[in-house]
T-cell receptor
Framework: GESVGLHLPTLSVQEGDNSIINCAYS??????FIWYKQESGKGPQFIID?????DKRQGQRVTVLLNKTVKHLSLQIAATQPGDSAVYFC????????????FGAGTRLAVHP | DVKVTQSSRYLVKRTGEKVFLECVQDMDHENMFWYRQDPGLGLRLIYFSYDVKMKEKGDIPEGYSVSREKKERFSLILESASTNQTSMYLCASSAPPSTDTQYFGPGTRLTVL
């Protein structure tokens, strides 16, 4: 079946640098996308979302970009901090399907001092 | 804030035991979900429910059943636990169309010996 995938399983960055986590999705009918952060031993935590009628959305230190032409989603974290170290998941939702989300396998972000 | 709670953070059971995992949400959400999370496989949907007493199979329902007698509570049942059901179990809830975002509980790490 169709699924969400991630380009990089592990990303290492220096504290203070910007981080970019990428995600490819395969369902062109998906109309809602979410980024989650999961710290060790905890459940996924909502970070930011975007609907398919937008191509960019900004939050606090985070920006999500959506490129529907190439079915690509990215999460940008500005001035990465040690507390940002976690696994990040993207997920896609096709609103016609009971609000089921399809998750990628996740990317681990490691922030070094 | 949305709060999703799970009855146990850690659980150890023996092969063949019947196991109950409980999930409660306090935001009057219609939809509730059970996932399992395994290294390298991401989150996989076991069952979900879009209303009281309603349930739908997810991607990996074999060996599991669910119960939703009240809107706020969604239970996952392992009728006869097996070692391959050792995993992290995550519960989530959502309330489309007002919000497609799924909010997760802290997870239950189940070990079957």
């Amino acid at each position: 079946g169709e699924s969400v995938g991630l380009h990089l399983p592990t990303l290492s960055v220096q504290e203070g640098d910007n981080s970019i986590i990428n995600c490819a999705y395969s369902n062109s009918a998906s109309d809602y996308f979410i980024w989650y952060k999961q710290e060790s031993g905890k459940g996924p935590q909502f970070i930011i979302d975007i609907r398919s009628n937008m191509d960019k959305r900004q939050g606090q230190r985070v920006t999500v970009l959506l490129n529907k032409t190439v079915k690509h989603l990215s999460l940008q974290i500005a001035a990465t901090q040690p507390g940002d170290s976690a696994v990040y998941f993207c997920a896609e939702n096709f609103s016609g399907g009971y609000n089921k989300l399809i998750f990628g396998a996740g990317t681990r972000l490691a922030v070094h001092p | 804030d949305v709060k999703v709670t799970q009855s146990s953070r850690y659980l150890v059971k023996r092969t063949g035991e019947k196991v109950f995992l409980e999930c409660v949400q306090d935001m009057d959400h219609e939809n509730m979900f059970w996932y399992r999370q395994d290294p390298g496989l991401g989150l996989r949907l076991i069952y979900f429910s879009y209303d009281v007493k309603m349930k739908e199979k997810g991607d990996i329902p074999e060996g599991y059943s669910v119960s939703r007698e009240k809107k706020e509570r969604f239970s996952l049942i392992l009728e006869s636990a097996s070692t391959n059901q050792t995993s992290m179990y995550l519960c989530a809830s959502s309330a489309p169309p007002s919000t497609d975002t799924q909010y997760f509980g802290p997870g239950t790490r189940l070990t079957v010996l």
